[in-house]
Structure formats: structure tokens, C-alpha cells
């Protein structure tokens, strides 16, 4: 996968390193709610990863740049897999993390893991889409696949 951003976006992504180990992706620049972060390309896989995007029911994408946008309880961003952009959900300041909600795209994650975000609202851990109630997942922009398998998983037969 590449990540490209938008003629106007250009320049807009900086990996940093983080004194406690990892990397993740910072603003460069302030950024307005709506703004086109990245565009995503990717290669369709056979079998989800830790490095894998779904992008619809059954069908995930290497994304390997985006590896490094880090998951938030409280995102500034939303990976958007029908448009195949990230846009910010939020006025973003130049340095701040760019983040968003991995169950947004993830059913069933290959990799689940400890949330460490340190907000209120954080979900502790974080298996992907199909282990949160309604009430939850209503609270976050959802990629289409994720608010239609949640819709079936729920609704009264």
C-alpha cells in the first residue's frame, strides 16, 4: 500500500518514534474536521494480520503505512475504506497524534490488545466491532461492512 496525500494535504504525516517504544504518525500541520489526511491503495490478502485493513465483509488489504496510525478510544481521525481516504473527525493541532477507532474497520481483529489511551471512555481491550454493544459502536463513525454486520448481529429474529 502507499499512502498519498491530497495536493492540499501535502506533507501532512510525520512518523514519530515514542520515548516508551513504538511509532506512530503526528500532524505536521494543523488540520480541520474533514480534512483528507491520506488516500489508501492496498493489495487484497487472504487472511487478516496486525498490518490489515478490512475494507468490506470479508476482504482485507495490506496497508502497511498505515500501520502506523495508531488506535485512540477517542479518535481524530476516521479511516474511510469506501471513499479509501482518512479524514479528521476533529480540528487537529501540528504534532498531535493522528489516531482512529480500529473497531471502525475491524469485525474480528487478528490482534487484540490492551487500549493504553487514558481516556474515560477507553474500552480496555480491544478485540474489534463484534465484542461491543450497540451503545458503544453508536458513539463512533463506522465503516458501512461494520454497521451492517453489527445491525444483523443484533437484530430480533
Not at 504518525?25 to 474536521?33: G, I, L, N, S, Y
Amino acid at each position: 500500500m502507499s499512502v498519498e496525500t491530497s495536493t492540499d494535504a501535502e506533507d501532512m504525516l510525520e512518523l514519530a518514534s515514542y520515548h516508551a517504544g513504538g511509532s506512530g504518525f503526528v500532524a505536521r500541520r494543523a488540520m480541520p474536521v474533514g480534512a483528507v489526511v491520506a488516500l489508501l491503495t492496498g493489495v487484497d490478502v487472504p487472511q487478516p494480520t496486525t498490518y490489515t485493513i478490512q475494507v468490506g465483509r470479508s476482504r482485507h488489504i495490506k496497508v502497511d503505512e498505515v500501520r502506523y496510525l495508531n488506535h485512540s478510544c477517542v479518535p481524530s481521525t476516521f479511516v474511510d475504506t469506501a471513499a479509501g481516504r482518512i479524514v479528521t473527525l476533529r480540528p487537529v493541532q501540528a504534532g498531535e497524534d493522528l489516531t482512529f477507532f480500529y473497531p471502525s474497520t475491524e469485525w474480528c481483529m487478528a490482534s487484540p490488545f490492551e487500549c493504553r489511551c487514558g481516556y474515560d471512555t477507553c474500552l480496555g481491550r480491544v478485540t474489534g466491532a463484534e465484542a461491543l454493544p450497540a451503545r458503544v459502536l453508536a458513539c463512533y463513525a463506522l465503516n458501512e461492512h461494520i454497521a451492517e454486520l453489527a445491525a444483523e448481529r443484533d437484530s430480533v429474529s
